[in-house]
């Protein structure tokens, strides 16, 4: 056993061992706790290594309070939730990620989703593992092409890597025994691979929970009818996607997080300030920011009085 001053442990075989007022705990790499325990030992805070070893506990404490245990029920900001729900947030604790703000963006959009029949309808599509969620709360599948990046129904909408596309929700069939019908659509890996072709291009695509229409019942909640989505990148590997520390940019993501609180708290935040945080920053770095994430409007304008630009971020899906 080690000894980070107050915390006794051991490293197992995918796990760790904890001594806590005389009793060893063992944690194994299958917990939603293991990877804050981790943490919470290398950072040699005793304080909240005790208090993750408590599952429960643990999984509020990395929701910041919103998600609570009682029995078998999960609640979210009080409200129960899908289980659906729930094992996406089992699989990003065991992809190893602690910090959960992309999960409960994630949540938030999907019970904003207008449509009762629509958000019960994702459910299964969305519990899927090759169905990931990014740190913006949206999901992002596949879709597979023609080999010009055509859509083979139609063969009107190009997929090529960034493009957009929406509709007015109206015009989505939402109803789940048409297979084929009004809408786009977003797959599964081993559907839209299937339906791309050996002939075809697969496309990693992106979508927000609360743009979902329907599930039509035919493909065996494989596909998913959405009224906007965008393509994000060609999938050259043909790979299921996976969460790994690279699968999204960590430090683009933190970036984005403080000039969103910023100007949450003061409308704008001046690029000085961003740099002092984020030491060498760009205004082309920030500009790339919205240029990742649709659903937001970066802007900048000079300040004469103080010889510095001031950022903005405007909200507009």
Request: hydrophobic residues 30%; negative net charge.
């Amino acid at each position: 056993m080690k000894n980070n001053n107050e915390i006794i442990f051991a490293y197992g075989d995918n796990s760790i061992t904890i001594l806590h007022k005389g009793k060893p705990n063992v944690i194994t790499s299958d917990r939603a706790n293991y990877r804050s325990i981790l943490d919470a030992v290398k950072a040699n805070d005793a304080e909240l290594t005790y208090e993750l070893l408590d599952e429960v506990a643990a999984i509020k404490t990395m929701t910041e309070g919103r998600v609570t245990i009682t029995g078998n029920k999960v609640f979210f900001d009080d409200e129960e939730i899908n289980g659906a729900i729930v094992s996406k947030l089992t699989h990003m604790l065991e992809s190893g990620f602690t910090n959960l703000t992309g999960w409960m963006k994630f949540t938030e959009k999907l019970l904003s989703n207008p449509s009762m029949k629509s958000r019960e309808q994702s459910y299964p599509f969305i519990a899927r593992t090759d169905i990931l969620i990014t740190p913006e709360g949206n999901c992002r599948g596949y879709k597979g092409v023609r080999d010009d990046y055509k859509d083979r129904y139609t063969g009107n909408f190009d997929n090529s890597p960034g493009a957009k596309h929406k509709m007015s929700r109206r015009d989505v069939d939402d109803d789940v025994n048409h297979g084929c019908s009004y809408g786009f659509h977003i797959g599964s890996h081993k559907y839209a691979d299937n339906w791309g072709g050996s002939d075809g291009k697969l496309m990693i695509v992106e979508f927000n929970p609360k743009n979902i229409v329907s599930v039509p019942s035919c493909s065996n909640y494989e596909k998913l009818r959405v009224c906007k989505y965008k393509v994000i990148e060609e999938c050259t590997d043909r790979q299921v996607l996976e969460y790994t520390s690279g699968s999204y940019n960590d430090n683009d993501h933190d970036l984005f997080e403080f000039i969103y609180d910023e100007c949450n708290a003061n409308s704008t935040v001046s690029l000085d300030c961003i740099q002092s945080e984020f030491p060498g920053t760009t205004m082309s770095d920030i500009i790339s920011l919205g240029e990742s994430r649709p659903e937001y409007r970066i802007g900048h304008q000079f300040n004469d009085d103080y010889m510095d630009y001031d950022i903005s971020v405007e909200y507009t899906d």
